[in-house]
């Protein structure tokens, strides 16, 4: 019975889709050549204009899922922004913002990217142009909104990416503020590798009867990634231990992950003394230091890179094939977060 599955999975193809010619072409562009299972099931419902809740696991095309759906339904005609997706970061907005673009580039389809960090007077400048898909972070779009620089009467769509953590302690409240500016039939579509219950609970708020689209929590595994444990005996020989794996393993590109930012930078010093082509990543630094090491990364000039839990969701860097947790994290959700940053969909 599976194999029968996997085989009209692999018949599967965007063809079949009913997404419009323009967005096919960007589709086909842009490099992906049949739909994942979360893009076949989730863009149909997407286009039909109900709410969503869809659950797949970190690299099966969660952001193509969303992208494909949410162009699908713009209205070029109409210049008036149609489409908000929320994102947690700064990094992930600009990924998202990027590969969205490049789904559009056969359409006349405007853009905005609305995050922290950046310039306000810039970020008002660009909305004054009315973009019909705007991509950005909680705070600056409330603050967007509420500033009256941000005109939502039209919006057809709202999507929400990495759901569980935008509807965790540290963002509710500006979800629940950006809710409030919504229209009360635009489409809600959340979209995240995990949904605690309690979340599914709270969804009952702001959605209209959606259809699920949910993983079981054991398929929550990534078939694409060999994972192996290390047993350290005594902390403080973690160091060399990471230093033997760089050594004896050939690594084109690695994310190590730490919990805290103080060990975060104890390890880089020791890594750059080392000779290491090492960078690091965390919540402290400014936009444009965060943008430019992440280039260097994505570039290959930077090979190892160190980070908090800023980086893992939703990061896609084609050519890492490893993930190192110096630390476990605290909550097992954001292990999968974590080692999802590599074997991303379809890849070992």
Same mark, same amino acid.
């Given at each position: 019975?599976?194999?029968?599955?996997?085989?009209?999975?692999?018949?599967?193809?965007?063809?079949?889709?009913?997404?419009?010619?323009?967005?096919?072409?960007?589709?086909?562009?842009?490099?992906?050549?049949?739909?994942?299972?979360?893009?076949?099931?989730?863009?149909?419902?997407?286009?039909?204009?109900?709410?969503?809740?869809?659950?797949?696991?970190?690299?099966?095309?969660?952001?193509?899922?969303?992208?494909?759906?949410?162009?699908?339904?713009?209205?070029?005609?109409?210049?008036?922004?149609?489409?908000?997706?929320?994102?947690?970061?700064?990094?992930?907005?600009?990924? $998202?913002?990027?590969?969205?673009?490049?789904?559009?580039?056969?359409?006349?389809?405007?853009?905005?990217?609305?995050?922290?960090?950046?310039?306000?007077?810039?970020?008002?400048?660009?909305?004054?142009?009315?973009?019909?898909?705007?991509?950005?972070?909680?705070?600056?779009?409330?603050?967007?909104?509420?500033?009256?620089?941000?005109? $939502?009467?039209?919006?057809?769509?709202?999507?929400?990416?990495?759901?569980?953590?935008?509807?965790?302690?540290?963002?509710?409240?500006?979800?629940?503020?950006?809710?409030?500016?919504?229209?009360?039939?635009?489409?809600?579509?959340?979209?995240?590798?995990?949904?605690?219950?309690?979340?599914?609970?709270? $969804?009952?708020?702001?959605?209209?009867?959606?259809?699920?689209?949910?993983?079981?929590?054991?398929?929550?595994?990534?078939?694409?990634?060999?994972?192996?444990?290390?047993?350290?005996?005594?902390?403080?020989?973690?160091?060399?231990?990471?230093?033997?794996?760089?050594?004896?393993?050939?690594?084109?590109?690695?994310?190590?992950?730490?919990?805290?930012?103080?060990?975060?930078?104890?390890?880089?010093?020791?890594?750059?003394?080392?000779?290491?082509?090492?960078?690091?990543?965390?919540?402290?630094?400014?936009?444009?230091?965060?943008?430019?090491?992440?280039?260097?990364?994505?570039?290959?000039?930077?090979?190892?890179?160190?980070? $908090?839990?800023?980086?893992?969701?939703?990061?896609?860097?084609?050519?890492?094939?490893?993930?190192?947790?110096?630390?476990?994290?605290?909550?097992?959700?954001?292990?999968?977060?974590?080692?999802?940053?590599?074997?991303?969909?379809?890849?070992?």
């Amino acid at each position: 019975m599976a194999e029968e599955k996997e085989l009209e999975l692999s018949e599967l193809s965007f063809d079949q889709l009913n997404i419009k010619e323009t967005i096919l072409r960007g589709v086909y562009g842009y490099g992906f050549e049949k739909p994942s299972v979360i893009q076949h099931k989730a863009i149909p419902v997407l286009m039909s204009g109900k709410d969503v809740i869809a659950q797949a696991q970190s690299g099966t095309g969660k952001t193509g899922a969303f992208s494909i759906g949410s162009l699908s339904n713009v209205d070029e005609t109409l210049k008036e922004t149609q489409v908000i997706v929320l994102c947690p970061t700064r990094e992930l907005a600009d990924q $998202t913002f990027q590969v969205m673009k490049e789904l559009s580039s056969y359409t006349e389809i405007s853009f905005c990217k609305v995050v922290g960090g950046t310039r306000v007077n810039d970020c008002i400048s660009d909305l004054r142009k009315d973009p019909q898909v705007i991509v950005g972070t909680p705070g600056r779009i409330i603050d967007m909104i509420q500033k009256r620089h941000l005109y $939502t009467d039209k919006l057809k769509m709202m999507v929400i990416d990495e759901a569980d953590e935008m509807l965790s302690q540290g963002f509710q409240e500006l979800i629940h503020g950006i809710f409030q500016c919504v229209p009360r039939d635009s489409q809600v579509c959340l979209f995240s590798a995990t949904f605690p219950d309690e979340l599914v609970e709270m $969804t009952d708020k702001f959605m209209n009867s959606p259809e699920r689209i949910l993983v079981n929590k054991e398929q929550l595994t990534l078939e694409g990634i060999s994972q192996y444990f290390i047993n350290v005996k005594h902390n403080n020989w973690k160091y060399d231990v990471l230093t033997d794996i760089y050594n004896t393993i050939n690594i084109a590109q690695c994310i190590i992950y730490i919990n805290s930012k103080q060990r975060l930078n104890q390890i880089y010093q020791e890594l750059n003394k080392d000779n290491f082509p090492v960078g690091m990543i965390h919540g402290n630094l400014m936009t444009r230091e965060r943008e430019q090491i992440m280039e260097q990364f994505r570039q290959g000039e930077v090979r190892i890179l160190l980070s $908090t839990d800023l980086l893992s969701r939703g990061i896609d860097i084609q050519q890492l094939s490893l993930v190192i947790n110096y630390d476990l994290p605290i909550q097992k959700e954001t292990y999968i977060h974590r080692i999802g940053r590599s074997g991303r969909y379809g890849r070992k």
